[in-house]
C-alpha cells in the first residue's frame, strides 16, 4: 500500500488528526489550541458572534463535482460569511468531519488545505481551533465560525429604515450558473458524475464554477459596511429575493430592486452567491466594494422595478434536494 | 395523516425550526438569539472555550436503544462537559441537526425537549443560541459549546505537578455497563433492537443504562475544581486510564491510581464517564463533588497501585465501530 492511499479507517482517529493539524490555519486570536478539553479564544470587547453550518455530502456537495480542496473551501467561506454579515470578523472556526472509513487520508487532507487557503484568502488571521473526526457512511461537515466585533457595533437583520439605498458588494447569480452548468453536462441521469465533464466545465466556465464550488464572498465587506454605518445586512446564501425579504420581514420595510442594477433572473433568485445585502443611509459613503442596486420604501416584502416579486426562491433541503437535479 | 406523524421532509425547515425554537434553552448570555447570520454570545472576561462534537447514527447512538430525547440529552451534556472540565460554565450551544426526510417531527421536537432537560439541569441559564437543519440517510448531531470563566484562570491537562493528589467527581464504569447490558439483552445479532428488551434493561439498571444513554456530568464540579485551585482537569470521554495519561502526558508526570477507591476494571477503562478528573495540590479543599483516587508521582504514563498500566482503553470511531457490538 502507497502511504499516500492510506484510509482514515486503517490508520485511526489520532493519526489522521496528526496528519491535518500542522495543515489547518492557525488563529491569531487563541491562547489554547487543540488538543485539550476545549480551546480558548480571545475576545476583545466582550460580544462573540457564533453561527454553525452543516455541509452534507448530497443535498450540499457531491464527491466528483467538488474535490476534498473545494468542500474544505467552501465549508470555510460560507462560515466566515454568515460572520461577515454581522459587519464582524472572523476569528476562529471549529470543525466537525464524519466520513466513512474507507476515506483516503489524502482527501481529508484535501479538505485541510482548502480550510486553510480559504482562511489564509479570505479571513487572515482567523483558523481551526479545534474539532472532531467521526464515522460515518457519507462525508458530513460541521462548522462553527467565532468572530469579533473591535469597535463597530453588530448590524442584523432589523435596522433597514425607509428610504435607505440598498447595496451589494460581490457577484450575483454565478453560483447558481456554476450550478445549472455542472448538472447539466456532469450528471447522468443515474446520477453519475463524469470527472471529464468537470474538468470541462470548469474550462468553459471558470467563473460560474468556481463560485459555485470554491466561493470567495467578500469578507472584509462585512466589517467596512459596519464602518460605514450599514444600518441591516445579511450573506445572500438563499437568493437575493429571498434574503432581501427576511431583511424586509424583520425591519418592517419593503425592498424594491432595480433590475437594470442587479442583472438578470438568476441575480435575483439564484443561491449560494455568499454575496453581502446591505442597507445604508442615503447620505452613507458606501465602501468600494458595494454597489447601489435597489432601496428602501414604505410598505413589506420585495418589488422589483417597483412591482411586487413574489417568486418563492430559495432552497429547503427537504423539499428541494433530488440526487439528480440542481433545482 | 395525524398531525403529530408529520415528518420533517413535509413541513420542511422553516416549519420544522419554527416547531423546535420554543422547546430549545435560553441562554442568559445572549444578546442575539437565533435567527439572524450569528447569534450573539457575550463574554464578560473576554475569553471563550469553545468545544465541538460530533454525535452520529451508529457509533454513538442506536435509534430504538436511544430516543430522541437521550440523544438530545447526551449530545448537551457530553458538550457542557467539555466546558466543565475547563473550569469554566457553559453559556451557549449552537446545533447542527441532519437527519432523513422521514423523520417525524416528533422526533427532532423530542430531541430538543432533551437538550431543554440537560441544560436545565445540569447548566442553568445555559441555551442553544443557533443552529442548522439539514438532510441526510441518517441522523447526526454536530453541537458546538461555548462557555465563560467569570473569574477563574483555565485548567488545562498540563499543570499536574508530583504530589498533587489525583481526584474524579462523578461515578465511573457505569457507563460501559449499561452499554454492555443494551448491546448483551436488547441487540440481534443481525443488529436489529428489540424494545421490549431496552425497557427491561431500563427497569433492571436503572443507574447503568441512564449513565449511558442520560449522562448527568458534574458540570458545577468544574468550576469549583478551578475554584478550589485544581493544577489540572478533564472530562473522562473514553475512559480513566486513557484520560490520565494524557493529562500525564502533557503534564510531564505520572498518575498512580489507588484501585481500591477506583473500583473496579469497568472503572478504570469503561468510557463515557463524563466524569472530572482533576488533579490538585496536597493542601487543597477538594470541593464536595471530588474524591481522591491516587496521586501525581515522578516518571510518566499511568499506574495503578504502583504498577504500570498499559491496557489501550479508549475507543477509535473507525478501528472499533461495529454495528453490533458494545466493543
Redesign the interface.
Known amino acids: 500500500m502507497n502511504a499516500t492511499d492510506a484510509t482514515?479507517?486503517e490508520i485511526?482517529?489520532?493519526a489522521t488528526l496528526a496528519r491535518i493539524f500542522p495543515i489547518l490555519p492557525s488563529s491569531r486570536r487563541t491562547?489554547?489550541g487543540p488538543?485539550?478539553?476545549?480551546?480558548?479564544?480571545?475576545?476583545?470587547?466582550?460580544?462573540?458572534?457564533?453561527?454553525?453550518?452543516?455541509m452534507?455530502e448530497?443535498?450540499?456537495f457531491r464527491i466528483g463535482l467538488s474535490r476534498g480542496y473545494d468542500i474544505g473551501w467552501k465549508a470555510c467561506a460560507t462560515n466566515l460569511?454568515?460572520?461577515a454579515?454581522?459587519g464582524?470578523t472572523p476569528t476562529?472556526l471549529?470543525?466537525?468531519?464524519?466520513a466513512p472509513?474507507a476515506t483516503t487520508v489524502r482527501f481529508v487532507e484535501d479538505i485541510a488545505r482548502g480550510f486553510h487557503d480559504a482562511a489564509t484568502a479570505l479571513a487572515p488571521g482567523c483558523g481551526v481551533?479545534?474539532?472532531?473526526?467521526?464515522?460515518?457512511?457519507?462525508v458530513?461537515l460541521?462548522v462553527?465560525a467565532?468572530?469579533e466585533f473591535d469597535g463597530v457595533e453588530?448590524v442584523?437583520?432589523s435596522g433597514a429604515s425607509i428610504g435607505n439605498v440598498v447595496a451589494v458588494a460581490g457577484p450575483l447569480g454565478n453560483a447558481k450558473r456554476g450550478l445549472d452548468i455542472l448538472f447539466d453536462r456532469a450528471i447522468s441521469p443515474d446520477g453519475s458524475i463524469d470527472p471529464v465533464a468537470v474538468a470541462e466545465a470548469w474550462a468553459s466556465h471558470p467563473v460560474d464554477v468556481a463560485a459555485q464550488l470554491r466561493p470567495e464572498p467578500p469578507i472584509a465587506a462585512g466589517r467596512a459596511a459596519a464602518l460605514a454605518g450599514a444600518t441591516a445586512m445579511?450573506?445572500v446564501s438563499d437568493g437575493l429575493v429571498l434574503d432581501a425579504r427576511r431583511i424586509a420581514t424583520?425591519s418592517g420595510v419593503a425592498i424594491d430592486f432595480d433590475l437594470s442594477a442587479v442583472g438578470d433572473i438568476d441575480a435575483l433568485t439564484g443561491g449560494e452567491d455568499h454575496a453581502m445585502l446591505a442597507c445604508f443611509p442615503l447620505n452613507a459613503k458606501l465602501p468600494a466594494e458595494f454597489r447601489v442596486v435597489g432601496r428602501v420604501a414604505p410598505g413589506d416584502g420585495v418589488m422589483v422595478d417597483g412591482v411586487p416579486f413574489d417568486s418563492r426562491g430559495g432552497w429547503?433541503?427537504?423539499?428541494d434536494?433530488s440526487a439528480t437535479s440542481s433545482q
Chains 1, 2 share one sequence.
Do not use: K, Q
Not at 129 to 138: E, I, K
Open positions: 482514515i479507517g485511526g482517529e489520532g491562547t489554547l488538543g485539550d478539553d476545549c480551546a480558548i479564544v480571545t475576545v476583545p470587547d466582550g460580544r462573540v458572534p457564533v453561527t454553525t453550518d452543516l452534507i448530497g443535498p450540499d460569511a454568515d460572520i454579515a454581522m464582524a476562529a471549529v470543525v466537525g468531519l464524519a472509513a481551533v479545534g474539532g472532531d473526526l467521526s464515522n460515518a457512511p457519507l458530513m460541521a462553527t467565532l468572530g453588530p442584523t437583520r445579511l450573506d424583520a429547503d433541503p427537504f423539499a434536494y
